[in-house]
């Protein structure tokens, strides 16, 4: 069972960078995963956005590819997410997920994380 | 872009009544690619079937998924007071990998 906790400021002005951590414990970051992102605004339905494997492949939404990173610290174990030029539409809970590689699915999921773009 | 579309958008059923939620693709869609989670208010999406009709561990088998192409149902049976939730389906593979569809509300009549 992967553990993941979403860490980082809930609040960020418009066209400011939306900066996120999960932290993953019970599990190497270079393990057998791929580290997702994962957002919901209020009200509405999910979104992915993106995911990242510990040798640094990258998948990113097409729609949200111009502003998303995601990167990964392995000797801190836990990925990241950078969302710039943010504006009142990318306010969402934000979710970190994990996939077993080889599967289809977001297995786990951390609690989520309010993130809220306004000045 | 797989769109997912889900029907009904709420249904009102009481508990130990059978709930049939549906997602239909905008294209086809692998029978392998297909999953469902559980949503419930103030709570992160928990896996419940994948590959259309196998059961996330821990998952009770009053929960069961069938379909294949485009239209994929999910079967709740003898609903129990913590069924009522909301329900998204999810494909993989096309672009972007992963799509949802816009969720079912099951609520208490």
């Known amino acids: 069972q992967v553990q993941l906790q979403e860490s980082g400021p809930g609040l960020v002005k418009p066209s400011g960078t939306l900066s996120l951590t999960c932290d993953v414990s019970?599990?190497?970051?270079?393990?057998?995963?791929?580290w997702s992102w994962v957002r919901q605004p209020p009200g509405k339905g999910l979104e992915w956005i993106g995911e990242?494997?510990?040798?640094?492949?990258?998948n990113y939404n097409p729609s949200l590819q111009s502003r998303v990173t995601i990167s990964l610290d392995k000797s801190e174990n836990q990925f990241s997410l950078k969302l710039n030029s943010v504006t009142a539409a990318d306010t969402a809970v934000y979710y970190c997920?994990?996939?077993?590689?080889?599967?289809?699915?977001?297995?786990?999921w951390g609690q989520g994380t309010l993130v809220t773009v306004s000045s | 872009e797989i769109v997912l579309t889900q029907s009904p958008g709420t249904l009102s059923l009481s508990p130990g009544e059978t709930a049939t939620l549906s997602c239909r693709a905008s294209q086809s869609v692998s029978s392998r690619y297909l999953a469902w989670y559980q949503q419930k208010p103030g709570q992160a999406p928990r896996l419940l079937i994948y590959?259309?009709?196998s059961r996330a561990t821990g998952i009770p088998d009053r929960f069961g998924g069938s379909g294949s192409g485009t239209d994929f149902t999910l079967t709740i049976s003898s609903l129990e007071p913590e069924d009522f939730a909301t329900y998204y389906c999810?494909?993989?593979?096309?672009?972007?990998?992963?799509?949802f569809g816009q969720g079912t509300k099951l609520e208490i009549k």
């Open positions: 997920a994990a996939t077993i590689v080889g599967t289809t699915k977001l297995d786990y």
């Open positions: 999810q494909q993989y593979g096309g672009s972007p990998l992963y799509t």
């Open positions: 019970t599990y190497s970051i270079s393990s057998s995963h791929w």
């Open positions: 590959g259309t009709s």
């Open positions: 990242i494997y510990h040798a640094g492949n990258t």
